[in-house]
């Protein structure tokens, strides 16, 4: 197993803050990829979208914003008639944080969407132990225009805007662009062996093992590798 190379505190500390001008400079980009986000254009959602949760099956969708002027949607994989329990959408659930009330704050919401019906989802809820809102498109249009549609995706962000009772979509994403909704991958990228997966430019020796291949749902990954190999920090290892 590689690591990184060993040097003095002096060094590591002039190794650090060049790299810190590095990411001073990403940072600055990425404020403005947002300053250009803000300042898309918006279409308007003029479909009647009805979704059901476990006490209404009349939902609108400007319901789902609950009074308030901005709407997140995860639209999830899960689907009806299927047992799967999409690994990578479980990831982004379980980094949702347990209280929105600072989204809130901002005048924005949050709820997940998926075609799957209502005692599915609660049942995926339970197991899971999540408890953020989560309502059923099943028997409607919404994931297949508002995702499918989208660079022929199968799960996605959408962020939406009202004025009053109407919906207007002002941005979408799918595959690694709903990464910045959760905190694992975040942590990950600041750790010397990052992700793990065999698409980023590590230095050779780092573990790494094909993209995704490592997600299970959280009550589906073996018992605690530092308490089975005590000292070991890289149970996984793709063999060279």
């Known amino acids: ?23 001073k400079e990403l940072m ?25 949760s476990p006490t209404r099956n009349d939902l609108r969708l400007v319901d789902l ?4 002027d901005q709407l997140i949607i ?10 799967h329990i999409c690994p990578g959408c479980s990831k982004y659930s379980d980094n949702l944080m347990n209280n929105f009330a600072h989204l809130h704050a901002r005048r924005t919401s949050f709820t997940m969407v998926s ?3 209502v005692p599915q ?5 339970a197991r899971m132990g999540w408890t953020f809102p989560w309502v059923s498109c099943h028997g409607t249009s919404f994931h297949e225009e508002m995702v499918t549609a989208q660079d022929n995706a199968s799960f996605g962000l959408s962020v939406f805007m009202r004025q009053g009772d109407r919906v207007f979509q002002s941005w979408f994403t799918s595959g690694r662009g709903v990464e910045q909704g959760s905190n ?20 050779p020796g780092w573990p790494q093992e094909p993209t995704y291949g490592w997600l299970r749902l959280h009550d ?21």
């Open 74 to 83: 995860y639209h999830n994989m899960l689907n009806h008639g299927s047992d």
């Open 1 to 23: 197993m590689n690591y990184p190379a060993i040097v003095s505190r002096p060094e590591w500390q002039a190794a650090r803050d060049d790299l810190l001008k590095a990411e």
């Open 121 to 125: 989802i609660e049942r995926v809820k």
């Open 184 to 203: 694992t991958f975040g942590l990950l990228d600041l750790t010397p062996w990052g992700r793990q997966e065999a698409w980023e430019q590590s230095p």
């Open 115 to 117: 075609r799957a019906k």
């Open 220 to 240: 589906e990954y073996p018992d605690d590798p530092v308490a089975r190999r005590q000292g070991d920090l890289a149970p996984h290892v793709v063999p060279g």
């Open 28 to 52: 600055r980009a990425h404020d403005a990829l947002n300053a250009r986000r803000r300042r898309l254009p918006m279409t308007e959602i003029v479909r009647d979208y009805r979704f059901a």
């Open 65 to 68: 914003f609950e009074g308030r």
